[in-house]
């Protein structure tokens, strides 16, 4: 079922999708423009908090302002974060749908995982040509490398969605825990510090976290800071890996939801 | 069966297919369930309510679907609609089914009429160019005027249907599931649904339909199942599967009014038994339409006067269809022994149409002012006639030269 791909699923996804966008600037009188402002809005709170207040630097080596190094590390977390989320309860959210219509049930998961990163995936290019507006220099060439890591992010994200979603119909406690364990993923990866802030001994710790290489990868293509680490192959690994799980549980779990849900 | 419906197209076919429920009272039930389905083990302590179910539905050969409530019908047709998988055996559908069961169950409540038959639509598999198409037609069909512009949450659950309806309708499913007959909107929207269905099917379209009525179903159907527990009891030609429904019906019932009429002893006349055309045991018989039904009654009378009968024949359902008495025809029974009359009565040719029937036999005093006891046998008729009603009133066609 998550194999075969028919013209219609692609439709359904579409559709889906579409709907989870529209749902969310529902009702807001500003609608899309929204949309386009908030990445911005939030832009200018982060420079104001940790630049002017909070005067948050660097480390040595590390050739670049400190607001172009966070926005290029939280917009692709919060795409991914947010994924796994809304992704999470996808399925439990739409049990009356899936009582009385047929319809691939991936397409609910992965409609939302797609929304998110469509959603932050302007977001983020936006955050670029505002940055390049304000005089950051940016390596252009190395957009598509950025957008290739951003898709394998999405991918990665869509993985792990599928797998949280179908467990969620069974253990209702994981839309809870995931919240949770987001957070501190979130710390545990470099996206408010660089990797020299860490004694010398933790820093190859982080390589054991597949998002680090995601965030520095991402630095590296568009700004050219830092240098690739071998800790970098997890841009392959982790979203084949969360993938093949995720559709495997999936598969496995889904022919039951409606026992469960 | 005829080589041209074996040559018809198959639309569904299943095999040996089941259904089990898993039984989860407590959350850690759910987490070891999901272990279990992860290893591709089966539930444990499962509760089966579909068990070893196949059929095969050929284009133009609808099927009727009978059974009692809780006989595992509406989970079938879940596994057919693709809604639900089943837990054995094999579905293969090769056609665009379409149900009109929970019309609008699909609907946004938020969003608009319109917006909604796109999304719905989408679900049944409308491309964004057939929708655009189409739109004008659904609306059309649907005929709630500028309340296809409003938010569904806003319609009377009237409207939902019929804009449901509209949508099932512009898709022209190669399959229709339908239970019962649509006993929702006004009445000019029930019409043109009917009328629709009748269309569709006079098209080569075909119908699957759940219903507790024989009628609908003898009327619709080529072939019926019959469900019983989740079990398939009855699986053929209509006629042969709702005889078998209805005779099963009778005995049932039968042995229920036995049990709740058991002949309480020492009353002034008591019926002792009740044979219909020579059986006396409580299994109901089934006799064919228009043959003859003889009914032996015993009647014990225990201070020696001589008893009189009343004598009902009703429906399965209650429905009265003929009572008389044994004093309206001067009737006298043949005496036994001491205490115990004999009745027999006979219907040559009895007029019944197919379906369950129960013969009555009551036991009354003299002066026929009292009912003193009953007894109840079933019986079903048999046959393939199409007429309607209980009984064959004899008729004959004038034609005017």
């Not at chain 1, 957008?147 to 119909?169: P, S, T």
């Not at chain 1, 408010?192 to 520095?216: C, G, S, V």
């Not at chain 2, 609908?216 to 599967?241: F, I, M, N, P, T």
Request: proline share 4%.
């Amino acid at each position: 079922m998550t194999l075969r791909v028919s013209t219609h699923d692609v439709a359904l996804l579409r559709h889906f999708t579409v709907r989870a966008l529209r749902q969310r600037f529902e009702g807001t009188l500003t609608g899309l423009g929204w949309a386009v402002a908030q990445p911005l809005v939030m832009l200018g709170v982060y420079s104001l908090m940790f630049v002017t207040v909070l005067q948050a630097r660097l480390p040595q080596g590390v050739d670049l302002a400190f607001v172009p190094f966070l926005a290029v590390g939280l917009w692709p977390w919060t795409a991914f974060a947010e994924s796994l989320v809304q992704g999470t309860t996808s399925i439990q959210d739409n049990a009356s749908l899936l009582s009385k219509v047929a319809l691939p049930r991936a397409v609910l998961v992965l409609s939302r995982v797609a929304a998110a990163f469509a959603v932050h995936g302007i977001g983020f290019l936006l955050i670029l040509v505002a940055l390049a507006a304000f005089g950051q220099p940016l390596r252009w060439e190395g957009l598509i490398l950025a957008l290739g890591i951003f898709a394998l992010l999405g991918i990665a994200a869509a993985g792990l969605a599928l797998a949280l979603a179908a467990m969620q119909v069974f253990v209702r406690d994981l839309a809870l825990v995931t919240g949770q364990l987001l957070t501190a993923w979130f710390f545990l990866t470099p996206i408010f510090y660089a990797r020299e802030m860490l004694p010398a001994r933790l820093q190859p710790l982080l390589d054991a976290n597949p998002m680090t290489a995601f965030i520095e990868a991402l630095r590296w293509s568009l700004f050219g800071v830092g240098t690739p680490t071998i800790g970098w192959i997890a841009l392959l690994w982790f979203p084949l890996a969360t993938l093949a799980i995720g559709s495997f549980v999936f598969r496995r779990l889904s022919r039951h939801f409606e026992d469960f849900l | 069966m005829s080589t041209a419906v074996e040559a018809a197209p198959l639309l569904v076919r299943l095999h040996d297919v089941g259904k089990d429920y898993p039984q989860v009272a407590r959350a850690s039930d759910r987490l070891r369930a999901m272990a279990r389905l992860l290893r591709n083990a089966p539930h444990r302590d499962p509760i089966t309510v579909l068990d070893g179910v196949s059929l095969e539905i050929h284009a133009g050969e609808s099927l009727g679907v009978i059974g009692e409530n809780g006989a595992g019908k509406s989970t079938l047709l879940k596994i057919l609609s693709g809604v639900l998988a089943p837990t054995r055996g094999s579905v293969e559908v090769r056609a665009s089914i379409g149900a009109l069961l929970e019309l609008g169950a699909g609907f946004n409540p938020e969003l608009s009429g319109r917006d909604n038959i796109e999304m719905a639509g989408t679900l049944m598999g409308f491309s964004a160019r057939e929708l655009a198409a189409r739109m004008d037609e659904i609306v059309e069909f649907a005929d709630i005027g500028r309340w296809i512009d409003e938010p569904v949450k806003h319609y009377s659950s009237g409207m939902v249907v019929r804009l449901g309806f509209a949508l099932v309708a512009a898709r022209r499913p190669q399959l229709l599931i339908t239970d019962e007959v649509l006993a929702v909107g006004d009445e000019a929207f029930q019409r043109k649904c009917i009328r629709w269905i009748e269309d569709y099917l006079a098209g080569g379209g075909t119908l699957m339909l759940v219903s507790h009525s024989m009628f609908h179903v003898q009327k619709l159907c080529r072939r019926a199942l019959w469900l019983d527990h989740g079990r398939q009891r009855g699986y053929g030609e209509v006629y042969d599967v709702t005889q078998q429904y209805l005779a099963f019906q009778e005995r049932r019932i039968a042995a229920q009014e036995e049990s709740a009429t058991t002949s309480l002893s020492g009353q002034e006349f008591e019926v002792r038994e009740l044979a219909l055309n020579g059986a006396a045991q409580q299994t109901a018989i089934s006799i064919e339409a228009g043959s003859a039904l003889e009914l032996r009654i015993d009647v014990r009378s225990r201070d020696g006067r001589v008893p009189a009968l009343a004598l009902g024949i009703v429906r399965a359902d209650g429905t009265a269809v003929y009572g008389v008495t044994s004093a309206m025809d001067s009737a006298l029974p043949k005496r036994l022994d001491d205490d115990t009359w004999r009745f027999l009565v006979r219907f040559d040719a009895l007029p019944l149409l197919p379906g369950g029937y129960l013969a009555r036999a009551h036991a009354m005093d003299p002066e026929e002012l009292r009912l003193f006891d009953t007894m109840e046998r079933g019986f079903a008729v048999r046959g393939s006639t199409r007429e309607l009603g209980m009984v064959r009133l004899s008729h004959e066609w004038l034609i005017d030269a």
